[in-house]
């Protein structure tokens, strides 16, 4: 079937990036196999992360199917463009469903895009991550890439009003290697080398970004840390419990 709708909501994006003149830093997009399923793997740090991870595929002329949670399927607006974009709904009630059709979408050559931390990071390092990418990523028998984001959170992030009109601000992307699943004896084991990998992508795109926070009320998009004033992981933890934002949107 044609792709009517995904691609000219990737030229409106990229157009209104162009506008805003956000400076894009995209590396490793050639690890994306121009065919055949993989899954990309990404830390959550913003609420337009999905877009910017879906840049990552572009050298490889890849569109990315990605998991989200069923509430933004229901939406007036959002939901036919998240059906029309060949998206994959995340019934919180009901997962098994939603593991099953990013099974089928990756044997079926599909790359499909999951945040395996589950929710957006309010301490904005890497939470702990949920078991699904693995396991449907060994069911399939695709590669995982692992894929780091840094500098979307000042854009749109947990606890924070939206800046979407910010400009000249600095986003990183990075796609890691590919893991494949027979390089690994179990899931667990690949599950260890995932996490570690994805610490080390995002700990060098904080390293490497080009900008610091200037004035004490911008420390706020820093992880404590590198000396920032987002929540230490701990104290991420307690306001997400409290506020019954811990919950996965995915699997």
Not at 26 to 51: K, Q, W
Not at 107 to 124: C, D, I, Q, Y
């Amino acid at each position: 079937m044609p792709e009517l709708v995904y691609p000219p909501v990737i030229a409106a994006a990229r157009t209104m990036f162009r506008v805003l003149d956000l400076r894009l830093t995209v590396e490793g997009s050639h690890h994306v196999p121009r065919t055949g399923g993989a899954v990309m793997a990404s830390n959550h740090i913003g609420y337009l992360d999905f877009i910017f991870c879906g840049l990552g595929a572009l050298e490889s002329r890849r569109l990315v199917r990605f998991m989200a949670k069923q509430e933004v399927f229901n939406h007036r607006i959002s939901g036919p463009l998240m059906r029309a974009m060949k998206h994959i709904s995340v019934d919180r009630q009901a997962g098994s469903a939603s593991f099953r059709a990013a099974v089928e979408a990756l044997r079926a050559g599909e790359v499909v895009g999951v945040f395996p931390e589950g929710t957006v990071s309010r301490s904005l390092t890497v939470k702990e991550l949920k078991s699904g990418t693995v396991r449907m990523a060994r069911m399939a028998g695709v590669p995982v890439l692992p894929t780091a984001l840094w500098g979307t959170q000042r854009l749109w992030t947990k606890g924070r009003p939206r800046t979407l009109t910010r400009r000249h601000l600095p986003v990183t992307i990075l796609v890691g290697e590919p893991m494949d699943p027979a390089d690994y004896p179990n899931s667990p084991a690949m599950a260890t080398a995932l996490t570690e990998r994805l610490h080390a992508l995002v700990e060098r795109a904080q390293r490497e970004y080009p900008e610091k926070p200037s004035e004490p009320d911008e420390t706020w998009w820093q992880p404590a840390h590198l000396g920032g004033t987002a929540p230490t992981p701990e104290e991420a933890a307690v306001i997400d419990a409290a506020t019954g934002t811990d919950r996965s949107p995915t699997t």
